[in-house]
């Protein structure tokens, strides 16, 4: 069979594509990608042998009424460009990653009566998604969502690269490990406020911080002053080697970000992004609190209050917990996704 996978533009929506992509093509599938040719789709899909096909379109919300209006028009557009890929390349079902480019796609699969399949990456269902659920035939959940229909709780699905990792946190070392990360663009109340709220602790802790492009040399003067080994980075390659390395992260809480860091049996202090859409990134921490593998900090509630909350990460030894309860429903989440895609055709 061959599908249409749409994502673009974040690593939130492409890395599960390609997880889901890989997973179809070693059962024997085909795969024909739909995105906006960003840079990191073009690094994620360029191991691909597949058709991709280039979607011009913005962001719908947040947008003024004219940029609005626009959209609108791009989304007609492109509802006739996919048409025209469908035809050409004979689909037969779509999944699509959330992202106002999967909404052209899917209202084209809809109209030639193509099954569409969708995933959520969020505890709060995305504007697009929100709008193709409703004639999707399984809505496909990385973290639960009360309340809607034909939902399956799957996880989120995790890359390739994050199976089979030796753990290189070796245990006679007696330091503390503490990856802090605030995304590949980085988080400037992370890269601020981190620095300052570890001033006060012993020197057994040690840390490998990413604080995004172009924030290097500032970072690295906040900790000039600390007795402690700091490793500063723009960006790791590969992140699951330094989450594997640390006892516990400290993040933002983008959906994927969190899910990988469970995945590799790592909890995580979670500062959600204050002004993230729908305040998804506060739903997804409150979903790892209510498994017990994170703890949650708001900007709002102030340095102190952080401070408290690390000091009893270490002090009561949560991470020694953390490590016990790793999750495994993410890193099964291609397979049951693939599976139940599979079983809707065969039925």
Known sequence: MKFLIVAAKTGGHVFPAVAIANKLIRNNHKIVLIGTDSEIEKKAYEKFDSQFYQL??????GKNLYRQFLVILQVFTNIFRVLKIIKKEKINGMIGFGGFISVPSGIACWIKNIPIFIHEQNAVMGSANKL??????INFLGFKIDKLNNSVLTGNPIRDSFFNIKNGNKSEDKKIKIYITGGSQGANYINENIPVALKSFPSNIEIKHQCGINH???VKTYYDSMNIHVEVSEFYDNPEN?????DFV????GALSLSEIISLGRGVLMIPLSNAIDNHQVENAKNIQDINLGIMHEEKDGLESLIAKIKDIIESK?????KDSKSMLHMNASKTIVNHVENYFNR
């Open 56 to 61: 011009s379109i913005e962001g719908f919300r």
């Open 132 to 137: 193709l659920s409703n004639f999707s035939k």
């Open 216 to 218: 290097l040399r500032k």
């Open 242 to 246: 330094v989450i594997k390395w640390s």
């Open 250 to 253: 400290i993040s933002r809480a």
């Open 318 to 322: 949560k991470f020694i917990d953390w």
